[in-house]
């Protein structure tokens, strides 16, 4: 597995107040780790450039990029994406006070994050290699809207960029986030070059919406629900479900997994709390889905997704350990 990051893709959400645990130092803590782990830098930083708006509209619509170019709306929109007002108008894990940077600034990093994890899959796809990037993986944006703190999918727009530039023929999308990849679903529904697995709570958010039905409702080509009571079958259930994904999409030629951490006992977000997977877990979960793959000869493009406080950056540097290549 190479590592690679981007400088630019990272933001302290404490400059626009939100109060999210979503901890811009992640990846410099899994470097550093790995650093002391090697005794020497093993990740490198992707030369990457700024996909265009026609690049994001490959995936989202012609709107809704707009929009996060205007600066009449970019302000609209990013409080929804981060979900920063209530219904009745207050402030919710948002201080104004403390926002010291324009939301257009905000935007500009997840557009940066969208576009490292393109150059990223682009050497991972002609260069047939295994990468990780120490950031990505938006799984909630949709085609005509973000959510769930992202704004652009990241994973859906590489994809079809390779497609439209490269000639990649089918992907898959593993998902292990413990929120439903909702936004990858509904972005691929149509696509049956694009095949998508995730693992997540079967109750919470985002199935505890208050407008369900709704587009986070459309299915995945494989759905694995793990509700309270299934913690030790998790593991049991990916395998089976990444077989289910093999029986019905064969031969992708290139597969994304977005590794999310939050499936973390010890993850800080309220609601991640719904599955507590221990830290050895979670290495067995990265391992069964890397070694899966290894053994079907597919390169994978690997990127982080979720994971908030403290802790989550060890559940990446403890997997990043045992495969990177020295």
Known sequence: MNVYSCVDS???????????????????????????????????????????????????????????????????????????????????????????????????????????????????????????????????????????????????????????????KSAWVIDLDVHKGDGTAECTKSDKTISTLSIHMQNGWPFDETWKPGPWDISSTVDIAINETEQESYLEKLKDGLNELQKRAPDPSLVFVADGSDPYEKDELDSSRLIKLTKQQMLERDLLVYNFLKELNVPQQWVMAGGYGEFSWEIYAQFLERVIEI
């Not at 093993?42 to 450039?49: A, D, G, L, S, T």
């Not at 708006?53 to 709107?63: E, M, W």
């Not at 950031?135 to 960029?161: E, P, Y």
């Open 10 to 168: 990272e933001a302290d959400l404490t400059d626009w107040g939100i109060e999210i645990p979503l901890l811009y130092n992640r990846p410099k803590k899994i470097i550093q780790h790995l650093k002391s782990k090697f005794g020497k830098e093993v990740v490198k930083e992707i030369e990457w450039e700024l996909l265009s708006k026609r690049d994001l509209k490959l995936v989202h619509t012609d709107d809704y990029i707009n929009s996060l170019f205007d600066q009449a709306t970019i302000d609209d929109v990013i409080m929804n994406i981060y979900e920063l007002k209530k219904d009745d108008g207050s402030f919710y894990r948002f201080n104004p006070k403390k926002k010291i940077k324009e939301f257009s600034d905000l935007f500009y990093h997840q557009h940066a994050e969208t576009s490292g994890v393109y150059y990223c899959a682009k050497d991972s796809f002609l260069n047939n290699k295994n990468n990780f990037f120490l950031s990505g993986g938006m799984h909630h944006a949709m085609t005509d809207r973000g959510r769930g703190f992202c704004s652009l999918n990241d994973q859906v727009i590489a994809i079809k960029k390779l497609q439209f530039e490269y000639g990649l």
